[in-house]
């Protein structure tokens, strides 16, 4: 903010009138207040923001205690009352027992077992007292003395006075929870009405069956898990009276059982409170969970400072951080006050020294309105230039998009024109642009926009033809003119013609850049077509250019990418038409344009260089598929895969050819190379070394299109080649014409005299292959016999051997 606020002081100061002190200084007096009102507002929101998000930390950990105390109470209740059933069913199985026992059906002492064994499989009941319906002790689990039975006797008739409902077992008195036989304080007694479920049993209680529940092995069960620092788990009876508590320091009695717990008599199901559980006790977090079935409250519960302890600690920390960066806030605005106090006194001095810099201020202005006028036009001819002439036309090109009349953008460049630099000298060429441009002005109307694009380039914007073919007289006439001598040229006389290039709006583009580039493509159209013309641009011919430039440029990453596929097409020996080999064909995957032939890339790829890295991929692959059809136990034959003049020029080029057969484990008799006569062109001495390493690898060579160069059978008599293929042009012409079979028979017989074989490629008829046989022709390869083919249907004719026409 203060630097912004500086930067339009500034800019008023040094380009606006002078201004008094008195408005400064009331500016800045305002932006201290700002500051300082600003810092404290922020100050306030973020102890604001601070304290709600201690607030809602706070909220978050109590209501996380909570739902894991209500969890810990309802797992321990859930199993007592899962502890509680199992003791009904002893007591539904000791009825039973009794039932049967009273027919004399089960002896007293099948009646002792089996309480035994139902007593040794739930280990959470540590005795167990069979009693008649007249409370007489009937079998018991120990040895019972005479002291221990009238208590738990009174204490099981004053239990039986309560009506309890819906609990599955009454749990006696505490006080005399200890009262058989042993001081164990955890073992709590409960109470089962015996009542037989056998059929014709009556439905009265016919005794009590007393279950010893061992809290300390029940609650033990639950000392591993992980509750927190300050929380324990507490068992309470109905009435409020403690029973037991596991905590961190293990199973203890926190207060006596006779003395009532001093919280309010918890009601319902379920529920959560902060009070003290104990008295004299810090308050504590508490969730209680009882069973209807189970004369039992269960209590999971946390200490208060335990639950505040944490927050409390991090919330002294946000304080203690807010403090210091309220501190240094505090600081930093004071800081600022006296930065924008030595401001003002800086500020004040430059509007008092505004004053003297004034005119300096007006001779600038004028001399950037002069540079601006500089920057928009050639400095040599006066036109505009090109940034100035994109300008423009952008800005009548959005006026032309309402208008019914046509505009048209045209290219000018003069034929030529590096020749006359090159002899005269720059000082000419530069009186030679001056005069077209004012041939350009004469000729042009003052609505039209002439500008210099660069050298000897010229554009022009006709704007506002009533028709398109207006284009084609004023075009004429500037040739025509433009194409006259141009004298008095530091005493020469020139004459230079123009070729143009013309597009039109909207029709050849929308925009300038589109418009120019158009222009360009047609003007260069015209010097192909013969220079001193013009030329519209023809969007065919652009798009078969753009086609053949992405190819062009896509090229290098087709073959990284493994874009490329081969197709092979057979050769077939005529005497019995076996296959001989066959001829690699590569072939361009292009995922936009579909399946290229090599006609549309090799070219390019031989100007650009890419033809090394595309014919080494076509060695490679061609080993790789001898490979293959090796592996699949095929009898293999030769493939001729074709290399360019640039390839032979390379003095590696048989090392990684030997590199590549090795690699690929094959033999160099599996392949066969075949060049072309442009192969023997100069630097012939290097090509025919390379041959010869070829040859004495063991790889055969092949002469492709014999007879469409400068070659004779008498000039490469003496050059390493095994195999010689006619051209297609020969093998066309044998049925219209008797010479082209003569020179035919002549090859092959003066082929067959300097021992090489004799190919013939192109065969698309019966005529065709009958002849050649006849002539004494060993192979032949053409359209006839088979086209080209993907590996696997060439795969197939290797298993066949023998490919007859059809």
Known sequence: MTSLYARRLCYLLLFRRPVSTMPLRMGWRGMRLACVGAALLVLGLVWWLAWQSVAAERAQLEISTRQQQASLAAVVAENLAQVVNKGQLMALAAGDTLASHARGQQTAAEVHRRLSTMLVAEQSFARYLLLDASLAPMDSSYALARGELAPLVAALRQALRAPVAGQAARLLPAAQASAPGSPDLWQIPLAYALRPTESGATSAAGGYLLLMLDLGYFLNLYR????????????????GGPLAELGAQGLTLPFSRSQAAPVTLMEGSRGAAVAALQPGAAPSQFSWRRSAQSPFIVVASRGQEWVDGPHREGSRKVWTLLGVLSVCMLLAVGGMLRVLRHQEGL???????????????????????????????????????RRMFNELVASHLALARRSRKFYALMYLDLDRFKAINDSLGHHVGDLLLQAVAGRLRQLLRRSDIIARMGGDEFAVLVTGMDAMADMDALAAKLIESLSQPYEGLEGHTLQVTPSMGVAFFPRDGHDVTLLCRNADAAMYASKRAGRGRFSYYDATASADSARGYALER?????VAEQQLVLHFQPKVRLNDCRIMGFEALVRWQHPEYGLIHPGEFIASAEATGAIRALGDWVLKACCRQVAAWRALGLDTVPIAFNVSPVQLRDGAFAERLAAHIADHGIAPSDLMMEITESCLIEPRALALSVLEQVRDMGVSIGLDDFGTGFSSLSQIKDLPIDTLKLDRSFVNDIRSSSEAGVIVTSVITLAHNLK???????????????????AGCDEAQGYFLSRPVGAHAAEEMLRAAYLHPA
Do not use: C
């Not at 090489?756 to 006849?774: F, I, P, S």
């Open 756 to 774: 090489m074989r004799v190919v013939a490629e192109g065969v698309e008829l019966m005529d065709q292959l009958v002849y050649l046989k006849t």
């Open 554 to 558: 896509e090229l290098p990453r087709a």
């Open 347 to 385: 500020f004040v001095a430059l509007s008092v020294a505004n004053r003297d810099k004034h005119a300096l201020i007006d001779q600038l202005e004028r001399e950037k309105t002069k540079a601006l006028e500089l920057a928009a036009n050639d400095h040599l001819t006066g036109l505009h230039n």
């Open 224 to 239: 591993d898990v992980e509750m927190g620092a300050g929380s324990a788990i507490h068992l309470f009876d109905t009435q």
